[in-house]
């Protein structure tokens, strides 16, 4: 079973940009579909962007054109990088591991069977 460990969270202005990574071991990632939800007080888990282990990756529209997603295979890892972050960016972010291909799958919860711990941003007004 696949472990995932966050990093990269921390605080930013307005305007600004941070890069979360999720690296994972158990597994290789190779074969699976990864994402990004994030959770913010008193919400459920919102989707932020997937990636499908074919390569294709598919954003939310509140962060389409501002975030990007990658996998690189050789680190076992992928990576979140947010520019012009605004407030309402400010959550706890987790990756996720699936098996599923089907992108209408790929953006609920229920469609993945490993997170990570989370790692908070901060973003400031």
């Known amino acids: 079973q696949v472990q995932l460990v966050e990093s990269g969270g921390g605080s930013a202005q307005a305007g600004g940009s941070l890069s979360l990574s999720c690296k994972a071991s158990?597994?290789?990632?190779?074969?699976?579909?990864m994402a990004w939800f994030r959770r913010t007080p008193g919400k459920e888990r919102e989707f932020v962007a997937a990636i499908r282990w074919t390569g294709t990756t598919h954003f939310d529209d509140s962060v389409k054109g501002r975030f990007t997603m990658l996998k690189n295979n050789a680190e076992n890892a992928v990576h979140l990088q947010m520019h012009s972050l605004q407030p309402e960016d400010t959550a706890v972010y987790y990756c996720?591991?699936?098996?599923?291909?089907?992108?209408?799958?790929?953006?609920?919860?229920?469609?993945?069977?490993?997170w990570g711990q989370g790692t908070q941003v901060t973003v400031s007004s």
């Open positions: 996720a591991a699936s098996g599923s291909v089907i992108l209408s799958q790929l953006m609920a919860p229920d469609a993945y069977y490993n």
């Open positions: 158990g597994q290789r990632l190779n074969k699976l579909s």
